[in-house]
């Protein structure tokens, strides 16, 4: 089956720690992105990347990074930068281009304890 | 800067009507506009996608359209059914390949 799979789906941090969202697609997507979704509203754009060995901020990318060592993964990290990190985080992919269509996966909530 | 809203952010309406969901966006230089289905503590379901030289876009019950220069879009859902339920959320593609998102449209569907 090919899709983007995000683990875990529940996560829990302590103050001051560092955690990390997994994302993996088997799509062969070279752009993936992370968004962060709070309640009621839309997504906004943390970071993303559309070849392997780089990436770019988005929107609200403070208090977070990532890495793109391979073209099926691209993690993000919460930092305890992050000062209001109860959210629910979405990774997606596609295809680099102007009409391309985007997939996402099942989404984390991240509650902060 | 790309801004989109969503009219209304929420809809409760009665099994079997008809309804239009509403998407404008500041912005007309687009590459695509997509609509997606969120149901709760779910990710998104892609439902259609309108490129910027298309007025349509047709699935099922489902049918989209784009009018680019003055900057909107809407979803229209034939026969509602409870199953329809759920957030509703219209994103633009602009330059650099960014997806910018509207609030969504809460929608229930009652029996």
């Known amino acids: 089956d090919g899709g983007i799979t995000q683990s875990p789906k529940y996560l829990f941090r302590k103050e001051g720690q560092n955690v990390t969202l997994s994302c993996e697609q088997n799509?062969?997507?070279?752009?993936m992105y992370w968004y962060r979704q709070d309640p009621g509203q839309g997504l906004r754009l943390i970071y993303y990347?559309?070849?392997?060995?780089?990436?770019q901020k988005g929107d609200i990318a403070e208090g977070y990074s990532v890495s793109r060592e391979k073209k099926e993964s691209f993690p993000l990290t919460v930092t305890s930068a992050q000062k209001n990190p109860t959210a629910f985080y979405l990774c997606?992919?596609?295809?680099?281009?102007?009409?391309?269509?985007?997939?996402f996966g099942q989404g984390t909530r991240l509650t902060v304890v | 800067k790309q801004e989109v809203t969503q009219i209304p952010a929420a809809l409760s309406v009665p099994e079997g009507e008809n309804l239009v969901l509403n998407c404008s966006f500041t912005?007309?230089?687009?590459?695509?506009l997509q609509w997606f289905r969120q149901d709760p503590g779910k990710g998104l379901t892609s439902l259609l996608l309108?490129?910027?030289?298309?007025r349509e876009q047709t699935s099922g019950r489902l049918n989209a359209s784009l009018d680019k220069s003055s900057g909107r879009s809407t979803l229209y859902i034939a026969a509602s059914q409870p199953g329809d339920s759920a957030t509703y959320l219209c994103?633009?593609?602009?330059?650099?390949?960014?997806?910018?998102f509207g609030g969504g449209t809460r929608l229930m569907v009652k029996p």
């Open positions: 309108i490129q910027s030289s298309q």
């Open positions: 994103a633009v593609k602009g330059a650099g390949n960014m997806l910018t």
């Open positions: 997606a992919s596609s295809i680099v281009g102007a009409g391309t269509e985007a997939f």
């Open positions: 799509l062969n997507h070279d752009a």
């Open positions: 912005d007309s230089a687009i590459y695509n």
């Open positions: 990347s559309q070849i392997v060995n780089d990436f």
